[in-house]
């Protein structure tokens, strides 16, 4: 009898010590794997480090290659558009315009009354329409009706003293937000989509044209009079409201920048020099790239796997459409190298996409306790449930890096503008002020990148020089912006 208790006993005992190596592998596997983790999360810090000296050389390779860009056409990955405005809104604009706002996943209808000079705006009245993906990758025809039929059911709305005047024609500011040709202040071709768009049969084609050929088939009867960037357009719109503005930057599901040069200061362009001596450069800034840039391994498969391979390596560090795909790829790393969300690779985390900067940008922002934005965006977003506390706080930690380094290489363009322009610095006896007006959806709700990207170019500039630029919110500019340059470029205007 004791022989069998005391082999009981020893076979308990083994089974205790083999359940609490057991406990320990497990223990030391999830320390090694969390070890992993964080390696991988280093990495990503170091890699996407922006110092002020860094920055400053990114600011120092955009200025050149503007000066590149403005001396010959194909001088630089920056294509330096010439936007035929060469005069911004005066204040005395008069009448009913439409805008059409195209240039991302949405596009936005407008109708805009100016009263003239100390009236300003007087109405307006806008609608948003999404854009069907497919409508994205089909053909121009198809695209085109779409938007027509929105805008002839938009002036189907039009309310009592929002009509033209009678026998005149509507008038249409048309900003489009993709490379385009200009070749007059009503006319340009594609040169190419960006922002997830690939309609083939538009390439080198008028837009504007592919634009009246649609109203035509829909039964619209109205004429475009400007053709701009929404970034031009913003520029026009923060013009009217305040003279001192001297550029403007679209930060949203893509990015650029337009800003105002000397006539002079602009060798390729070969018409007479306009009597305003300036001239609106539409810069394609999404498309400038530098061996400066913090590049990682995220950001090269990422534009490997895209539309356009090689083209528009800032817009995708930094644009609304990118970082939640860069927070994505991250993800999916740690889930196949790390388990970092368990043993199985959550299926959804596979989608390329599927995280958009708004999720990110909720995520980001949670400051709840126990991080429940965080916890509920990967259930919703990914199917991922049961996560700690310390998983959601290293999930923060990425969203941090990410963000941060596009607010400080947004930073970087926009100082990069100002010493083009020669106002990174205070000149004795000038009493300069220099706003950049900025506007998108990422500027505008994403808080903690906004910040950032403030904060930063002051750092930049230092204090005193800081003191001179303002970045003000051009709220809706390119679409008034597109109504504004409308009403200035008028067939009508000649018999007034």
């Known amino acids: 009898m004791k022989k069998v208790v005391v082999a009981a006993v020893v076979v308990g005992a083994a089974a205790a010590c083999g359940g609490a190596a057991y406990v320990v592998r497990r223990r030391m596997e999830k320390s090694r794997k969390w070890g992993k983790a964080m390696g991988i999360i280093k ?64 596009f936005r209808v407008l109708r805009v009354k100016l009263g003239g000079k100390d009236k300003g705006v007087v109405e307006q009245e806008f609608e948003e329409v999404s854009i069907p993906p497919e409508l994205m990758v089909a053909t121009s025809e198809e695209l085109f009706d779409f938007v027509a039929e929105a805008l002839a059911k938009f002036v189907a709305t039009e309310s009592e003293g929002l009509h033209p005047e009678p026998n005149k024609q509507r008038e249409l500011g048309f900003t489009f937000s993709f490379p385009v040709k200009q070749t007059s202040i009503a006319s340009g071709t594609l040169i190419r989509w960006t922002k997830g768009f690939n309609i083939v049969d538009a390439v080198g084609e008028d837009v504007v044209g592919k634009l009246t050929a649609a109203m035509e088939r829909k039964s619209v009867d109205m004429r475009v009079t400007a053709l701009v960037n929404d970034t031009v357009g913003t520029l026009a719109g923060g013009r009217y409201y305040n003279n001192d503005v001297i ?12 800003y105002v040069e000397r006539a002079s200061a602009i060798p390729k362009w070969h018409g007479p020099l306009p009597r305003s001596w300036e001239m609106v450069i539409n810069m394609e800034w999404g498309n400038f790239r530098s061996s400066h840039l913090p590049s990682t391994e995220y950001d090269i498969a990422l534009d490997e796997e895209s539309l356009n391979p090689g083209e528009q390596i800032y817009e995708k560090m930094i644009s609304g459409l990118y970082l939640g795909e860069i927070v994505r790829r991250v993800l999916l790393k740690l889930a196949e190298e790390a388990c970092f969300f368990g043993d199985i690779v959550p299926t959804k985390l596979k989608t390329s996409f599927i995280l958009t900067t708004p999720h990110m940008s909720a995520m980001h922002h949670d400051t709840s306790p126990d991080l429940k934005v965080v916890a509920s965006k990967l259930k919703d977003v990914f199917g991922i449930s049961n996560t700690s506390l310390k998983t959601r706080k290293v999930i923060v930690d990425i969203c941090d890096i990410i963000a941060s380094r596009g607010a400080c290489l947004s930073a970087a363009g926009i100082l990069g503008i100002l010493k083009k322009l020669a106002r990174d610095t205070l000149k004795q006896g000038e009493d300069q002020k220099s706003v950049i007006a900025l506007d998108g959806g990422l500027f505008e709700h994403y808080t903690k990148f906004r910040d950032c990207m403030e904060d930063t170019l002051k750092e930049l500039l230092g204090d005193e020089v800081s003191e001179t630029i303002v970045i003000e919110h051009s709220n809706d500019g390119s679409g008034i912006g597109a109504a504004l340059l409308a009403a200035s470029h008028s067939q009508y205007l000649a018999e007034e």
């Open 43 to 106: 990495e990503l810090d170091e890699k996407c480090a922006t110092p002020l000296g860094k920055l400053r050389q990114v600011a120092d390779a955009m200025a050149v290659e503007m000066h590149a860009g403005l001396a010959s056409e194909g001088g630089s990955k920056l294509k330096m558009l010439i936007s035929f405005v060469d005069n911004l809104p005066s204040g005395d604009e008069n009448g009913l315009f439409y805008a059409l706002d195209l240039g991302g996943t949405n």
């Open 247 to 258: 550029a403007a930057v679209i930060l949203g599901t893509g990015t650029n920048a337009a």
